[in-house]
């Protein structure tokens, strides 16, 4: 069976401080890993996903996020916050081999402050 | 602009009565869609995995006479809550791969659809 542990339901930062939202997961099987983000009244979308290749991604909107499969991680960094980045991110993991079947995280709500 | 759309985006019923919620494909043809639940402050929960023209596949511990799914045609996928009660009030959400249903996991997703059952 596969997990996401989203670590910190809620996040704030300053406005072009560093953002960081974490994410570990648990998989038997090498993981695809994904993270997408959910703006109000929206439905989710993909920031980045890793699927065995290079093991930093970058996604859109400046994230980027590093597999380390030491440390089961693949947190998600982005080095200045934007206003328009508060929303809602979940990380999620699927097996890749069994069709597009993603377990997600709980979510981590990023609030942007001045 | 969405490529997934649901509708409704919100609704209210009264308890004993059946909900149904769309799902499309606005661009692509998808042969499989999935349906999620969200509880509050909770990570998405896969209900189902719809398949056009044949039985949707249930995950454990969900009821599909409760839950019923219709994949009509290749862009439409229909989630219908039969007899909901209160504790079938939750956050639905559907989504479909663009690239077919085994890939990469890139999934498109609806709005959601927001369901209170008085």
């Known amino acids: 069976a596969q997990s996401v542990t989203q670590l910190g339901s809620h996040v704030s930062v300053s406005e072009g401080a560093l953002v960081l939202l974490r994410c570990n997961y648990s998989?038997?099987?090498?993981?695809?890993l994904f993270w997408y983000v959910q703006y109000p009244n929206q439905g989710l979308q993909l920031l980045l996903k890793?699927?065995?290749?290079?093991?930093l991604v970058k996604g859109i909107n400046g994230f980027e996020a590093e597999f380390k499969k030491s440390e089961t991680s693949f947190h998600l960094t982005k080095p200045s916050a934007h206003m328009s980045d508060a929303a809602e991110y979940f990380c999620?993991?699927?097996?890749?081999?069994?069709?597009?079947?993603?377990?997600f995280g709980t979510g981590t709500q990023l609030k942007v402050e001045l | 602009g969405a490529v997934v759309s649901q509708h409704p985006s919100r609704v209210i019923c009264k308890s004993g009565t059946s909900v149904k919620i769309e799902c499309r494909s606005l661009d692509f043809q998808a042969t499989t869609m999935f349906w999620y639940r969200q509880f509050p402050k909770q990570s998405l929960m896969l209900m189902a995995t719809s398949n056009e023209g044949s039985k949707a596949t249930y995950e454990q511990g969900v009821e599909k006479d409760k839950f019923l799914i219709n994949h009509a045609s290749l862009t439409l996928s229909t989630l219908t809550v039969t007899s909901a009660h209160p504790e079938d009030s939750s956050f639905y959400i559907c989504s479909a791969p663009k690239g077919g249903a085994f890939g990469t996991g890139e999934l498109f997703f609806g709005e959601g659809s927001r369901l209170t059952v008085l």
């Open positions: 998989s038997s099987v090498p993981p695809y």
């Open positions: 999620a993991v699927s097996d890749g081999g069994g069709g597009n079947k993603l377990t």
């Open positions: 890793y699927t065995s290749a290079a093991t």
